[in-house]
């Protein structure tokens, strides 16, 4: 009997510290690894190929998930709005296509010439930036500044408070922030709960 309970003993250890070793991803204030995700046109595209770049909108977002088709327009504004001020949206797909196989690339490309895309449309292939980032909705968005440590991270979370309706919306939580950035004030609200579909593991 001892030895079976030091054998739940052991197990339970390791399942601790298992769990433990889990990282819940970015928060605010914490610099954001550089990626390289190959995108719709077949180049592979970094953060640190915008010399130029005063920070990043990083929208994780996909083909068939109803809450980011109900944003597309809205985040072609934002990269219009924004990009160039120095706030290029880069769109990452982080589906997996085995499990959702309209996210395809082949998918990812007529839906972005569909939509009139004019940013990258990357594919998070192997899943092993989302977790990084810790985005677990789409959409999800992360805001990045450019800092001399590296892309500071300085908003996560939802576009704005009304995925249903564009023209009913109140708070816009990105805009919000990146006006904020570019004004040199501090961002009033800087995280907020991403509304979405899960993403497809």
């Known amino acids: 009997m001892k030895h079976i309970k030091g054998i739940f003993a052991v197990v339970a250890i390791v399942l601790l510290s298992g769990f433990a070793t889990i990282s819940p991803g970015y928060d605010i204030g914490d610099i954001a690894t550089d990626f390289e995700l190959e995108n719709i046109d077949g180049n592979m595209v970094s953060l ?16 068939t998930c109803p809450y980011s088709v109900a944003y597309e327009d809205r985040i072609v504004a934002l990269d219009k709005k924004y990009a160039s001020k ?24 007529q839906r972005a010439k569909s939509k009139g895309f004019t940013f990258p449309y990357l594919k998070d292939e ?16 992360y805001v990045l500044q450019k800092t001399n440590k590296g892309n500071e991270v300085k908003y996560i979370g939802a576009i704005d408070d009304n995925y249903q309706d564009a023209g009913a919306v109140r708070l816009r939580y990105v805009e919000n922030a990146v006006d904020a950035l570019l004004a040199g004030q501090p961002i009033k609200e800087a995280k907020t709960r991403a509304i979405g579909c899960s993403i497809k593991l």
Not at 87 to 105: G, K
Not at 126 to 141: D, L, M, R, W
């Open 126 to 141: 192997g899943q092993k930036i989302s977790p990084q980032y810790g985005a677990t909705k789409t959409p999800e968005v």
């Open 48 to 63: 640190s190929d915008y010399k130029d770049a005063k920070g990043f909108i990083v929208i994780f977002t996909c083909n």
């Open 86 to 109: 120095g706030y290029p949206v880069i769109a990452i797909m982080p589906n997996n296509t085995d499990v959702q196989p309209r996210d395809n690339m082949d998918a990812m490309k």
